[in-house]
């Protein structure tokens, strides 16, 4: 077994929409308003991205914290303007941490074998606030930024 496949089972993972597989492994028990709801404070989950995936261009109405474990990563995030990071080891040029702001457009894409990262979102990811860039949604997103491309 590789370690791919040994981070899936150890971990408990299952595949994502969006791409690549994810556990989630946190869910505060504190409540907080948000965009007129009830939401859970946090939400944090395990999100696995194995080389030749990717995290389709999608979007959320919370803050999303990305950190990677192993492995390293490319993040992309669109609100006015288009922002590239890379996340891994920390080196020149190389983060461990970035923040997609609630509402950006994101992807990313593994630059390594595999990575693995962990995604914390506050107040608490939920699915009904998930939107994945599809049809005339996507078309619009790579007209505005085509860097997007990469990640379809």
Known sequence: MGRIEELIELLGMRRHPEGGYYAEVYR??????HSGKTRKAVSAIYFLLP???????????SDELWHVYEGELELVWADEGFHRTR?????E?????AVVPAGAWQAARPLSEYALAGCTVSPAFEWDEFELA???V??????RFPE????V
Not at 28 to 33: G, K, Q, Y
Not at 87 to 91: A, I, N, P
Request: glycine share 12%; no cysteine.
């Open 138 to 143: 996507l078309e619009g997103l790579l007209e």
């Open 134 to 136: 599809e049809g005339e």
């Open 93 to 97: 040029g190389v983060k461990a941490f």
């Open 87 to 91: 996340l891994g080891r920390v080196r």
């Open 148 to 151: 997007f491309k990469e990640f």
């Open 51 to 61: 080389r030749g995936e990717v995290s389709r261009p999608h979007r959320i109405l």
């Open 28 to 33: 505060s028990p504190v409540e907080v308003a």
